[in-house]
Nanobody
Framework: QVQLVESGGGLVQAGGSLRLSCAAS????????RAWYRQAPGKQRELVAE???????NYADSVKGRFTISKDNAKNTMYLQMNSLRPEDTAVYYC?????????WGQGTQVTVSS
């Protein structure tokens, strides 16, 4: 069983930055993708960014050029650097990893951007 623990959320003014972290409890698992999702009130959960096992990345159009996903294998941690934040980025952010057999989700961290 893998546990994902997120941190780094909070309240920030528009134009500000935050960095989210997601630490995995287990090492040595074969991870196909690592991703960040978000869910705003009344909306469906949506993919924000993902990093594939070959190192390639994908981003939602709404965050391209502002957000950067990365990982540190030595620390078993993934990150989401969020710059130029907008009020519409307000949501609960979840990390997710997909292995060969299953998908694991973090508990979520709230990001609130004030105008």
């Amino acid at each position: 069983q893998v546990q994902l623990v997120e941190s780094g959320g909070g309240l920030v003014q528009a134009g500000g930055s935050l960095r989210l972290s997601c630490a995995a409890s287990s090492r040595g698992i074969v991870t196909l993708t690592r991703a960040w999702y978000r869910q705003a009130p009344g909306k469906q959960r949506e993919l924000v960014a993902e990093i594939i096992s070959d190192g390639s990345t994908n981003y939602a159009d709404s965050v391209k050029g502002r957000f950067t996903i990365s990982k540190d294998n030595a620390k078993n941690t993934m990150y989401l650097q969020m710059n130029s934040l907008r009020p519409e980025d307000t949501a609960v952010y979840y990390c997710r990893i997909r292995t060969l057999s299953t998908v694991y989700w973090g508990q979520g961290t709230q990001v609130t951007v004030s105008s």
